[in-house]
């Protein structure tokens, strides 16, 4: 399974809209700095360290959480498999 950072981020953003509690204030702005974060190259070799991946995974999980997002992705979740072509 191949996880892009990127595509979770872009994903995270799009639920803002849709998803987000009627009462729930999201702060949009917060939102795009944790997305440049994921797309830097702090995350840039996400795929190659399999407990450092589940770390991130978790951890932006966390932070979708409290941003009041709404998971809209596979299976119930904020994530989405995305398949390289090679």
């Known amino acids: 399974m191949a996880i892009s950072f990127a595509a ?3 994903a995270a953003c799009l639920t803002v809209g849709v998803f987000a509690a009627p009462k729930t204030k999201v702060d949009a702005a ?3 700095e944790y997305v440049k974060k994921l797309a830097g190259d702090e995350f840039e070799a996400a ?4 407990k ?3 770390r991130r995974r978790s951890g932006s999980r966390n932070s979708f ?7 809209a992705g596979d299976k119930g979740t904020f994530f989405q498999d995305v398949r390289w072509l090679a």
């Open 47 to 50: 795929g190659q360290d399999k």
């Open 52 to 54: 450092a991946a589940t």
């Open 8 to 10: 979770m981020g872009m």
């Open 30 to 32: 917060k939102i795009r």
């Open 65 to 71: 959480e409290s941003f009041g997002l709404k998971p």
